[in-house]
C-alpha cells in the first residue's frame, strides 16, 4: 500500500509567482486536507476536499485555491505569492472526511 | 474559533523518565489527534480520541470531554522519542478540517 506523496519536495519561487503543489492520496482514500506549517508554529488549515467537492475551508484568502481529480490526488495552488507564504505546505488524505488522517511528508516552498 | 494549548511547549528530560505532555482547548471537539512530528516535518499520526483511553505500546492518551483536556503520556522514554509532539482537534460541527497546537518540543537525553 503506498502511503500519501507529495510533489515536490522543495520549491523556491518570487514574490508575485504561482505555484502549484500536488499531493496523491493514500490507497482508497477520499479526503484530501491541506495544511500551511510557518516556521516554529502548528499547522493551519487551508481546505478539505471529499469526492472531489471543497468541504470546509479556513481562514486563507481566494488565492489559495485547490482542485481534487477523480481519482482524489490533489492540487493546491497559490496565486500572487507573497514573501509570508514561505512555510512547509502538508496534505493529509483519510478514509472519509472525519477519519484518521495520514499525512504527506511536506512541500517545502520558499518566497524570496 | 477553537483555541488549542499545550503545555510545556519544550521539554528535556532524561532517558528512562515518565513524560508527560498536555493538551487544551475551549471548543466543543468531535475528535482530538496526537501526532508526531520529526525533523524535516514528516508527520506521524499516533491517536485519534473521542474519549476514554488509548495506548500503545509505551505510548498512553487520555482525554477528558468534560474539562476540554488531554494529555499524552511516554513511559520508558528513549532518544528516539525525541520529536515535537503536536495536538489537534476537530471542531463538533465545524469544518473537517484540524486545529493544531504549536506543539510541544521533546528532547530525551541518553
Known amino acids: 500500500e503506498t502511503g500519501v506523496t507529495q510533489s515536490p519536495t522543495h520549491l523556491i519561487k518570487t514574490r508575485g509567482q504561482q505555484v502549484t503543489l500536488r499531493c496523491s492520496s493514500q490507497?482508497?482514500?477520499?479526503?484530501v486536507s491541506w495544511y500551511q506549517q510557518a516556521l516554529g508554529q502548528g499547522p493551519q488549515f487551508i481546505f478539505q476536499?471529499?469526492?472531489?467537492?471543497?468541504?470546509g475551508r479556513g481562514n486563507f484568502p481566494p488565492r489559495f485555491s485547490g482542485l481534487q481529480f477523480p481519482n482524489y490526488s490533489s492540487e493546491l495552488n497559490v496565486n500572487a505569492l507573497e514573501l509570508d507564504d514561505s512555510a512547509l505546505y502538508l496534505c493529509?488524505?483519510?478514509?472519509?472526511?472525519?477519519?484518521?488522517?495520514?499525512f504527506g511528508p511536506g512541500t517545502r516552498l520558499t518566497v524570496t | 474559533k477553537n483555541e488549542v494549548e499545550q503545555s510545556p511547549q519544550n521539554l528535556t528530560a532524561q532517558e528512562g523518565e515518565f513524560i508527560t505532555i498536555n493538551c487544551s482547548y475551549s471548543v466543543g471537539i468531535s475528535a482530538l489527534h496526537w501526532l508526531q512530528q520529526h525533523p524535516g516535518g514528516g508527520i506521524v499520526s499516533l491517536f485519534m480520541l473521542s474519549s476514554g483511553k488509548q495506548k500503545q505500546g509505551r505510548l498512553i492518551a487520555t482525554i477528558n470531554i468534560q474539562e476540554k483536556h488531554s494529555s499524552l503520556h511516554i513511559t520508558a522514554s528513549h532518544p528516539r522519542d525525541s520529536a515535537v509532539y503536536i495536538c489537534a482537534v476537530r471542531e463538533r460541527g465545524g469544518a473537517d478540517g484540524l486545529t493544531f497546537g504549536k506543539g510541544t518540543h521533546l528532547i530525551i537525553q541518553p
Open positions: 476536499y471529499y469526492r472531489e467537492e471543497e468541504n
Open positions: 490507497s482508497g482514500h477520499n479526503t
Open positions: 493529509a488524505s483519510s478514509l472519509d472526511r472525519r477519519y484518521e488522517q495520514y
